[in-house]
């Protein structure tokens, strides 16, 4: 993989590959690499740096031209949180207080578990949650309702999520979701 010798000087943080188990019929897993240009701009919402990502997709579509390309119904994505979290947007997409306990229940199901949306219509949805170690990035973009599925998909996630968090602080979670730094130590409360 190309990434290997850049990822041999950084260490790599932990982080939860999360899917949705069997509750959809599962299209294709991969693990990849990214891995910006040294040349490159950054791009608001990317890794700065050589980041894991983990992808699982489902369903399928059909491009509407046989050399064209579509965007599966649903597909989870997981970085590592340090790697990019809220503060990766450089607070320019919507302030930190995009982050409130109100939202993050009617986008995610929780009052706990951070969770913003950064696109959010009939269009395409990307809604990204914050467990304190992992990023999850819910995008919906090729069924007929997007937001529905990424809530859908995000309130089930949060469900497997949530019992793993049950020593950390709401107030820590969405402390970690906007550190520039990333990566602190998750500690209980």
């Known amino acids: 993989m190309r990434c290997a010798p850049r ?22 897993v991969e693990r990849s690499c990214f891995a910006p240009s040294v040349r490159a701009l950054h791009r608001l919402g990317e890794p700065a740096s050589v980041a894991w990502i983990s992808e699982a997709t489902y369903g399928t579509c059909k491009p509407e031209v046989s050399e064209g390309t579509c965007d599966p119904p649903l597909e989870i994505q997981s970085y590592p949180e340090c790697d990019r979290n809220f503060s990766s947007y450089g607070g320019v997409v919507e302030p930190a207080g995009a982050l409130s306990p109100r939202k993050s229940f009617l986008l995610g199901g929780s009052y706990k578990l951070p969770t913003a949306a950064f696109e959010y219509g009939r269009f395409g949805t990307r809604l990204e ?11 919906s973009y090729g069924s007929s309702d ?12 949060t469900r497997l999520i949530a019992p793993n968090l049950s020593g950390v602080s709401a107030a820590k979670l969405r402390a970690l979701a906007v550190d520039p730094h990333g990566c602190r130590r998750l500690t209980p409360k």
């Open 7 to 28: 990822l041999k000087q950084r260490h790599l943080p932990a982080f939860t590959a999360y899917d949705l188990g069997r509750s959809l019929p599962l299209t294709s």
């Open 129 to 139: 949650m914050y467990t304190g170690q992992t990023t999850v990035v819910i995008s």
């Open 146 to 157: 997007p937001p529905s599925l990424a809530r859908r998909a995000a309130h089930a996630l």
